[in-house]
């Protein structure tokens, strides 16, 4: 067993010991939803002031309107109650390190992890690779704060998406942990 499996299941074990939550309702209790990215140094419950129940965190890399974060987003209006929508991007995200192009190229020639110094991405070329990547739109970052304008015009024209809902955006700073507003994308995404 990995060290890394024993810690999750150790931590759970400690976890559930005092478990107290077995009464929480299934739709989140303060009736909203944030797409965000799946960074590991995002804590959407402390920046978001959250504790278990109230709002539903949906996550991937870059924290991108893709169809499955829309899907989530639908389910969580449509049969759980949310009634506000955040999407949160945040600085020095990995989005913004690299392009499709890069990413199928390195898949093309291998599956094992790729290292990125000063003249940028690079492939260990061990392994196979598989061209499956040029079927895939990674999502990338160009630029945060049209990635975010991007995202909430995409959520709020989205045929699936009530009108009246509201969808904010917003880019959350790592080196403050501030939540900056993306005025242009809380404006595209007013109810209309």
């Excluded at 810690?7 to 010991?17: D, G, H, K, M, Q």
């Excluded at 419950?45 to 987003?73: F, P, Q, T, W």
Aim: proline share 4%.
């Amino acid at each position: 067993m990995s060290k890394t499996l024993n810690a999750v299941l150790l931590a759970n074990r400690e976890y559930t010991a005092g478990f107290d939550k077995a009464n929480l309702a299934m739709p989140p209790a303060r009736q909203f939803a944030i797409l965000t990215c799946m960074d590991a140094r995002l804590d959407p419950a402390k920046y978001a002031g959250l504790a278990e129940g109230d709002a539903h965190v949906i996550r991937n890399a870059g924290g991108r309107a893709s169809d499955d974060a829309i899907r989530s987003l639908v389910i969580s209006y449509k049969l759980l109650g949310t009634r506000e929508w955040f999407v949160i991007h945040h600085t020095d995200c990995g989005m913004e390190t690299f392009t499709d192009t890069i990413m199928r190229d390195l898949l093309s020639t291998s599956l094992k992890t790729a290292s990125v110094d000063d003249t940028g991405w690079h492939d260990c070329g061990e392994g196979n690779g598989s061209n499956e990547a040029n079927y895939i739109d990674w999502l990338t970052i160009e630029e945060q704060t049209q990635s975010v304008l991007d995202d909430v015009t995409r959520i709020r024209n989205h045929p699936l998406v009530p009108d009246d809902i509201p969808v904010y955006g917003y880019i959350y700073d790592v080196k403050t942990g501030s939540l900056i507003e993306v005025p242009e994308a809380t404006k595209a995404g007013k109810p209309k």
